[in-house]
């Protein structure tokens, strides 16, 4: 199998199983095609050499926040029932606009030339040891940040699931 | 050893595909009455913005591109955590989680 192949059907997967997120009925199927979605988006960054990348996107996205979004689910107790059908107008309207904004994106597109595109020489850039090193060493300061973040939005995640007591 | 992966597809199909994604979660956003398909279709376009930064990544071979996707990660978990937390507090004081009912801030 040439990249190309594999790009087209990586390409599908996940544009077929996004028009499942979006159009299923039942926000379980929902959650469950992200999470296909996720899993062929990762694919395409193994592609791109960019294996650190995929599989921390694969533990972020389908370990942990897909678990979120599934506890939710179940929490709020979604089914089918729970969201009442909309009005064929308003899905339609929903629709023509998603599909005029790809247009006016496709259409700005075809006129750009890509100055990088040249058959560029296999990179090592996505590798472990090299994103590693930027991360550690050029980015130090805002990956230190992040934790900051992350212990503010764990509390905050807390503090407002929380049960008042009163 | 692994050797890197030759890129021979031309970068407009990444850049066609992430268009595409991206269009597909805004049509959703747009749809979906219910807050946690929202949640999940601007996951969606978060990705598809992912997929394009490191596709330009790896076409230009340089590396930071890939540290902004990581970043761009993190963030993305911190809102998630705390729009989760939102929606349960929401549907346990009002008792749905349908943005047509959640209109008390709407002038």
Not at chain 1, 113 to 134: I, R
Not at chain 1, 141 to 161: H, N, R, W, Y
Not at chain 2, 15 to 41: E, H, K
Request: hydrophobic share 60%; glycine share 6%.
């Amino acid at each position: 199998m040439n990249s190309q192949v594999i790009f087209l059907l990586l390409a599908a997967i996940s544009i077929l199983s996004a028009l499942f997120v979006v159009f299923s009925k039942n926000p379980i199927y929902s959650v469950l095609w992200l999470i296909v979605c996720f899993f062929s988006i990762a694919g395409h960054y193994v592609m791109l050499n960019a294996q650190f990348l995929a599989i921390v996107h694969i533990i972020v996205y389908t370990g942990a926040i897909m678990v979120l979004m599934l506890f939710t689910v179940m929490l709020l107790n979604l089914n089918k029932a729970s969201e009442p059908h909309k009005s064929i107008i308003y899905k339609g309207t929903a629709v023509v606009t998603g599909g005029m904004l790809m247009l006016v994106l496709l259409a700005a597109m075809r006129s750009t030339e890509l100055s990088t595109y040249s058959v560029p020489a296999a990179t090592e850039a996505g590798f472990v040891q090299n994103v590693g090193m930027k991360l550690f060493t050029d980015f130090l300061l805002p990956f230190e940040m992040t934790s900051v973040l992350f212990i503010a939005a764990m509390i905050g995640a807390a503090v407002l699931a929380k049960k008042e007591v009163h | 050893m692994n050797l890197p992966i030759e890129q021979t597809n031309p970068q407009n199909w990444y850049l066609v595909l992430s268009t595409i994604l991206f269009s597909i979660g805004v049509m959703g956003v747009l749809m979906r009455r219910n807050a946690l398909i929202i949640l999940m279709c601007i996951e969606l376009m978060l990705n598809s913005v992912n997929l394009l930064l490191v596709s330009f990544s790896a076409y230009a071979g340089n590396t930071e591109g890939q540290v902004f996707v990581f970043f761009i990660m993190v963030v993305a978990a911190a809102e998630v955590a705390v729009g989760l937390a939102l929606l349960v507090s929401i549907y346990r004081n009002i008792g749905t989680t349908d943005i047509d009912i959640l209109s008390k801030l709407k002038w």
